[in-house]
């Protein structure tokens, strides 16, 4: 019994780019926020381009503790829901036109632990539990050194329903 040839890597990334990009594209406030990830295998990073429309203090100036929130709170979402699907992307089991709709916001509180500088910022958010019924996240964000966060947050999350 032969077993079949593995598909070419450059077919699996593209699947994998194309169930983000879907993914990340269902939510306005994603592209308004011009937030991007940056995928390695299974890890995502969100990454928030600067913009000068997301200064919330010019006088510093210093990144709205709204859209570093708004930040962190897409970060988990869209981590929760790749973690997710990563089997059935991976696989081919699921194409990007048929993803499941995203979990819902339960709860979610920010710790800022420093200001947001006028520059690009990136977060990271690490499922800690996922059940059939709610998820919880937790994740940070950083700008120049990711020792140094400028944000945490922890969250709960209603999971969708299956079918």
Known sequence: ???????PMQ???????????????RVPYIRFLNITFDRRGD????????DGKLIGNPLLPALHGGVTAA?????????LSW?????????GALSPEALPRLPKTIDFSVDYLRTGLPRDAYARATVTRSGRRYASVRAEA??????????????????????
């Open 43 to 50: 890890e995502l990073t969100g990454v928030l381009n600067f």
């Open 11 to 25: 077919v699996v990334k593209q699947r994998r780019d194309a169930a983000l990009a879907t993914l990340a594209g």
């Open 83 to 91: 973690s997710l699907l990563w089997e059935d992307v991976e696989s």
């Open 142 to 163: 950083w700008q120049d050194n990711h020792a140094r966060p400028i944000a945490s947050s922890n969250a709960h999350f209603l999971m969708p329903r299956e079918g």
């Open 1 to 7: 019994m032969s077993r079949p040839a593995p598909e």
């Open 71 to 79: 930040f962190l709170e897409v970060t988990s979402i869209i981590t």
